[in-house]
């Protein structure tokens, strides 16, 4: 067992991974000296906090899980293996935290393949460490390969598929081919582009991990909204029902009926361009309402062709851009075709040219009395001279 270990030692110390080592040298050096020095046995909780650098109480709760182990000979490896692939002490502490199970993972069998399976596919080291972190349950796991290889053809990036293993969110193997490509194939027949369905999926992750009879209802639902099969809005509409069931959505729009004195037709208009202020909380909601029709002076039906005015910050960006809309008409400086909506619908940039820089000669406090507006010190009004 002595000369076991020493070898595999020796093979990982002249492995092409041996060159990121340098963060947990400190492992490898006592692998070395275990090797000399013959162990009684394997105290796994033991080995857990001074070698995976986990605190007493993480090591008693998962010490059990490495009871089988009879030496540190394969744990050993693994350190060495995932130091090589660029994971410091505390991301070896998080993994291990996770899943204990990874020390016993073959280095040879499956995390080296796996290396080179994910590097196979372009990702970077750090990208490949980061995913060891992540998910090690599923980095022992040979499948992963492949299904990395799905998710970032699903989602286009790396980075919008780190984010929701930060989230939680995995699924490989049978559930990958049960579960996720027949939603996403009924999601493809519903008419949504694979853009459409990739954002969906990285807004609402659980799309891909219900059953089909409740996506269909939830699909369902959404058209009942009067959004239409086909629609890009299906997108939204998804996102805005997908934690609600039919009595909360009929409630929340008869909210909206009575908050923004809507009509039928009205909120007929409003819901399939904006489905996603279903979302809204009513405390927000009535706030808005108030602002847009007895401050600003709107008509509901005014609010009910542009619903995109309930999505946006009442604090960062209606209430300050109304005030510079007001200080110009005020002022004479607005032109006629520019309205309070076109104003607040505008990007940053596009406001700053149309609404604000024009006006440097005579109003120059204007860019000034904005941003202190943006940052809620709303002045009694804006300065002309």
């Known amino acids: 067992m002595l000369r076991l270990r020493s070898c595999i030692l020796t093979q990982l110390l002249s492995s092409?991974?041996?060159?990121?080592?340098?963060?947990?040298?400190?492992?490898?050096?006592?692998?070395?000296?275990?090797?000399?020095?013959?162990?009684?046995?394997?105290?796994?909780?033991?080995y857990l906090v001074s070698s995976c650098g986990l605190?007493?109480?993480?090591?008693?709760?998962?010490?059990?899980k490495l009871s089988h182990l009879k030496s540190?000979?394969?744990?050993?490896?693994?350190?060495?293996?995932?130091?090589?692939?660029?994971?410091?002490?505390?991301?070896?502490?998080?993994?291990?935290?996770?899943?204990p199970l990874l020390l016993c993972a073959g280095v040879e069998r499956?995390?080296?393949?796996?290396?080179?399976?994910?590097t196979g596919l372009?990702?970077?080291?750090?990208?490949?460490?980061?995913?060891?972190?992540?998910?090690?349950?599923?980095?022992?796991?040979?499948?992963?390969?492949?299904?990395?290889?799905?998710?970032?053809?699903?989602f286009g990036s790396m980075d919008d598929l780190l984010r929701l293993l930060k989230r939680g969110f995995w699924l490989q193997g049978s559930d990958l081919e049960r579960?996720?490509?027949?939603?996403?194939?009924?999601?493809?027949?519903?008419?949504?582009?694979?853009?459409?369905?990739?954002?969906?999926?990285?807004?609402?992750?659980?799309?891909?991990t219900i059953n089909q009879q409740r996506l269909?209802?939830?699909?369902?639902?959404?058209k009942a909204l009067c959004v239409p099969h086909g629609s890009g809005m299906l997108g939204q509409a998804l996102q805005a029902v997908a934690f609600f069931d039919e009595e909360k959505i009929a409630a929340k729009v008869e909210y909206l009926k009575k908050t923004f004195r809507w009509s039928d037709t009205e909120v007929g208009i409003a819901l399939p361009k904006a489905p996603v202020v279903l979302r809204s909380c009513k405390e927000r909601l009535q706030r808005v309402a108030e602002f847009l029709i007895s401050e600003v002076g709107l008509e509901p039906g005014y609010i009910a062709h542009r619903p995109a005015l309930l999505t946006y910050s009442l604090d960062d960006r209606l209430r300050p851009r109304y005030y510079v809309v007001k200080f110009l008409k005020e002022n004479g400086l607005l032109h006629r075709d520019r309205d309070y909506y076109y104003a607040a619908a505008a990007t940053p940039k596009v406001f700053m040219e149309k609404f604000i820089f024009p006006h440097k000669e005579a109003a120059p406090h204007l860019a000034e009395d904005y941003a202190a507006a943006c940052r809620g010190e709303v002045l009694a009004r804006f300065r002309f001279t």
Do not use: W
């Open 110 to 118: 499956t995390l080296a393949p796996v290396v080179d399976g994910l």
């Open 55 to 64: 605190t007493h109480a993480q090591a008693l709760k998962v010490s059990a």
């Open 216 to 222: 269909r209802a939830m699909v369902a639902c959404a």
């Open 72 to 99: 540190p000979a394969k744990p050993d490896a693994v350190l060495a293996f995932l130091a090589g692939i660029g994971l410091s002490a505390a991301d070896v502490a998080t993994a291990v935290a996770k899943d």
């Open 122 to 154: 372009g990702l970077s080291r750090s990208e490949v460490a980061r995913i060891a972190v992540l998910v090690p349950g599923k980095f022992r796991c040979r499948s992963i390969v492949s299904a990395v290889h799905y998710y970032l053809n699903l």
């Open 16 to 46: 092409p991974y041996a060159s990121h080592v340098s963060p947990l040298h400190r492992l490898l050096s006592a692998a070395a000296a275990s090797a000399v020095s013959p162990a009684p046995g394997f105290a796994a909780e033991e």
């Open 179 to 208: 579960v996720v490509k027949p939603n996403v194939a009924f999601l493809q027949e519903c008419g949504l582009h694979d853009c459409h369905i990739a954002k969906l999926c990285i807004r609402v992750p659980m799309i891909l």
